[in-house]
């Protein structure tokens, strides 16, 4: 049997349906049926979440990831100039510094490797199918096959067909830790046994080794030696507090004064540890967007749906993807304006 509406029951209706959403982040908006039990945090989070989501669709993490590359670039110089800072008290020159280098000095590795790909977080029959074939691979070199060949033919690197497996130089901050390890520990010509890092499985063969001249490694031999001989941080919160009218370095008056002080000296974040802070957080990216099942190129709808979906998630990896997220709030309401229907923010 049907009931009829009452006009009432139709104008209520016909209100609701137009009623605004109670969480809206960019273009994904949720009703408020969809966010039923959910505390003031957790909304937020899911806010936090979506606007990672949307710039994963969007293909945009590279953008959303610059404030947070330059802050850290910024930490770099301020090391660099408490640093200087310590050393001119001390007294100690660049003459000091290079003699320091070259008794352990620096190098530049050219490296050719192959790779089978398996993340940490993989299941652990994935990650052993992969360590199996890496193993066949290793033995198949030993036994005399053409390493680059073997790369082009086997490696699940993309490019590694045309590449043949070998990649730009790279100094000690390029590579996860793991790698250039691995590499460092090489003859010219020389071939690893399988290593595991953060992607997976990897064979390596050292084609080249290159000394890295002083002047390019200054700044770290500077950060090396002031930390060994003082408190560098000490002296440049003295420097700050002489020039910024008692601020700190944790003010933004006084974090302005230094940033401006390192400017006026020249100082600048050397390219390896640019390279390093940039994959860090790339590397963070993909695990994230893997761990919470986000996708590139979703709909709108598709990310709401799936930062719901994370929000649940129970794993521990899912766990430390989000609290991860969550310290990212400042760049992500930047970039992905939050509105919620009581306040409209």
Aim: with cysteine; proline share 5%; glycine share 8%.
């Amino acid at each position: 049997m049907k009931t009829a509406l009452s006009a009432f029951g139709i104008a209520l209706l016909a209100a609701c349906s137009h009623a605004p959403p109670a969480l809206q982040v960019g273009d994904v908006a949720y009703p408020e049926s969809r966010l039923l039990g959910l505390t003031p945090e957790r909304r937020e989070l899911l806010a936090d979440l979506t606007a990672f989501g949307l710039a994963v669709a969007e293909g945009g993490t590279d953008t959303l990831g610059v404030p947070w590359v330059r802050e850290r670039e910024d930490s770099v110089k301020l090391d660099i100039l408490a640093a200087d800072l310590l050393l001119e008290q001390q007294g100690v020159g660049d003459d000091v510094l290079r003699a320091r280098y070259m008794t352990n000095p620096d190098y530049e590795l050219t490296v050719r490797h192959i790779l089978f790909r398996a993340e940490r977080w993989r299941p652990a029959a994935e990650r052993a199918a992969a360590k199996a074939k890496a193993e066949r691979a290793l033995a198949l070199l030993r036994n005399g096959a053409d390493f680059a060949r073997t790369a082009a033919r086997l490696s699940e690197e993309p490019g590694a067909s045309a590449s043949q497996g070998l990649l730009p130089p790279g100094r000690e901050g390029a590579w996860v830790d793991e790698f250039w390890d691995a590499a460092s520990a090489l003859q010219v010509g020389e071939i690893s046994g399988v290593v595991e890092t953060m992607y997976g499985y990897h064979i390596l063969k050292l084609e080249g080794r290159k000394l890295i001249p002083f002047s390019e490694e200054r700044s770290r031999v500077a950060r090396d030696v002031a930390s060994q001989i003082g408190h560098p941080h000490d002296v440049l919160e003295a420097w700050v507090a002489d020039h910024a009218g008692g601020a700190s370095v944790s003010d933004p008056r006084g974090r302005d004064a230094a940033l401006a002080e390192a400017e006026r000296r020249g100082i600048t974040v050397p390219v390896p540890e640019v390279k390093s802070i940039q994959r860090s957080w790339s590397d963070d990216v993909t695990i994230w967007t893997s761990v919470l099942g986000f996708v590139k190129g979703a709909a709108p709808d598709q990310v709401a749906d799936a930062s719901l979906k994370a929000l649940g998630a129970n794993a521990q990896n899912a766990t430390l993807a989000r609290e991860a997220i969550a310290r990212l709030r400042p760049i992500l309401r930047a970039r992905y304006p939050v509105r919620v229907a009581q306040d409209r923010r």
